[in-house]
């Protein structure tokens, strides 16, 4: 499964609503807020998470793109 960081966005948003917090509005920020921590998650996964095949011909660390 691809990441994709408006879905995440989307799950942030969801959860900041469930705890109160006001995500719509003029005054709102909360969704830019998810919108910043969504992007820096991908981002983070993007470029510094691994995966171990222990076994089998593909066995190795790959980076997850």
């Known amino acids: ?13 969801t959860n900041l609503k469930a705890k109160g917090f006001v995500t719509e509005g003029e005054h709102a920020a909360a969704g830019d807020m998810a919108e910043a921590i969504a992007a820096a998650v991908v ?8 995966v171990n095949v222990s076994s089998g ?8 793109t």
Do not use: P, R, V
């Open 1 to 13: 499964m691809a990441l994709n960081k408006d879905s995440l966005k989307q799950k942030i948003i």
């Open 43 to 50: 981002e983070e996964i993007t470029q510094n998470a691994k």
């Open 57 to 64: 011909i593909s066995k190795g660390l790959y980076s997850i």
